[in-house]
């Protein structure tokens, strides 16, 4: 399996706000943590991933949205490592588990 075709999901433990402009995060699995804000194309990619996507299909659906710059695919994985180290979204791995 290549990095491409790897699911990612929002991680079920996180509830959140969105106003269409800015997300709001809590992971509820964890009650020390703290809120988390997302704008952007972060925001873009948590909304997208309402249901599971591949990294190619994020950066396919990513170039299709207007007036947002599209992160590589690099970056893009950088950032959703981030987002699963925060317990916001998991990867196909931590789904077998």
Same mark, same amino acid.
């Given at each position: 399996?290549?990095? /491409? &075709?790897?699911?990612?999901?929002?991680? +079920? &433990? #996180? $509830?959140? #706000?969105? &106003? &269409? %402009?800015?997300? #709001? !995060?809590? @992971?509820?699995? /964890?009650?020390?943590?703290?809120?988390?804000? =997302?704008?952007?194309?972060?925001? +873009?990619?948590?909304? =997208?991933?309402?249901?599971?996507?591949?990294?190619?299909?994020?950066?396919? %659906?990513? @170039?299709? =949205?207007?007036?947002?710059?599209?992160? @590589?695919?690099?970056? !893009? %994985? $950088?950032?959703?490592?981030? !987002?699963?180290?925060?317990?916001?979204? *998991?990867?196909?791995? @931590?789904? *077998?588990?």
């Amino acid at each position: 399996m290549t990095r /491409n &075709d790897a699911a990612w999901s929002r991680s +079920a &433990d #996180v $509830a959140f #706000v969105d &106003d &269409d %402009e800015r997300i #709001v !995060l809590l @992971d509820l699995g /964890n009650p020390p943590c703290r809120p988390r804000l =997302l704008k952007g194309p972060t925001a +873009a990619i948590w909304r =997208l991933l309402r249901r599971p996507r591949t990294l190619s299909s994020l950066m396919h %659906e990513l @170039d299709c =949205l207007d007036h947002r710059p599209t992160p @590589d695919s690099d970056a !893009l %994985e $950088a950032l959703l490592g981030a !987002l699963v180290q925060h317990g916001l979204v *998991r990867s196909e791995h @931590d789904l *077998r588990s």
